[in-house]
Structures are given as structure tokens and as C-alpha cells.
């Protein structure tokens, strides 16, 4: 896995919500915990950002995602990422998208721009982005 080219503040937490940005049948998230990472500083929780990959429990969408675990790659979030070239970057909403095992999507477009972080991670991703920023 490839590594970042700028810092992104680690935003979510066990228990945050997130929306759903594809057409999986999903409508929002909210995250259980990390996939990947092992722990953290005691007493501190572990949190997640932009391109990273969580397990998540759908509270609203259809009843075949509804309240079961899923894997969410997190494409959008409310805090800022600062990126090498000076820029910074945040966006309206948090969102992620559904990936199976194997880091693929579920769903077949995403609605709302896409982290250019994400895309450098997940190439298969940026086939379906309907924008990248």
C-alpha cells in the first residue's frame, strides 16, 4: 500500500457517522473500528482518515445491509488535509463508499467529488469517481 503525499488529519473515531456516497443501497454509516491498525497511544482512541479503510455498521439503508458490518473506504471528510504543495483541502461532508474484501466497490458510481489521496491508494476506485479533487 502506498504511502500519502500530504497529511491528513485523522478525523473519525469508533462511533462517528458517515454518509454513503454510492449506489450500494446504503445510505449511512457508522463506524466500529479500524481495519489495519492494531492500537494506539493508551487511553487514546484510534481514528481514521481520508483513505482509509474502516469497518462500518449501515444505521439507514436497505435491508440487506442494515445493521450488519461492512468494509467503508472513507473518500470525504470535514477536517482539513494539508497537501505538499501548500494547498489545503476540506470538504462539506464525510463520506465513504462500500469495498468488498479484495478492495473493490460495491457500488457502481460515486456521487460527490473523491479525495485525490484516495485515488492514489486505490486506483480501481477512481474508475467509478465522478470527480476527483
Do not use: W
Amino acid at each position: 500500500m502506498k504511502g500519502f503525499s500530504s497529511k491528513i488529519t485523522k478525523a473519525f473515531v469508533p462511533m462517528s457517522m458517515m454518509r454513503c456516497a454510492d449506489n450500494s443501497g446504503a445510505y449511512e454509516f457508522k463506524m466500529i473500528h479500524i481495519i489495519g491498525k492494531t492500537g494506539g497511544q493508551h487511553g487514546r482512541l484510534t481514528a481514521a482518515g481520508v483513505g482509509d479503510i474502516i469497518s462500518a455498521s449501515v444505521t439507514k439503508g436497505t435491508s440487506t445491509y442494515l445493521k450488519k458490518p461492512v468494509r467503508v473506504l472513507i473518500i470525504r471528510q470535514k477536517a482539513l488535509i494539508h497537501r505538499a504543495n501548500g494547498m489545503r483541502l476540506r470538504f462539506e461532508d464525510n463520506a465513504g463508499i462500500m469495498i468488498s474484501d479484495d478492495n473493490l466497490p460495491i457500488g457502481t458510481e460515486v456521487k460527490g467529488a473523491m479525495a485525490r489521496e484516495v485515488v492514489e491508494r486505490f486506483v480501481k476506485v477512481a474508475g467509478i469517481a465522478q470527480r476527483v479533487v
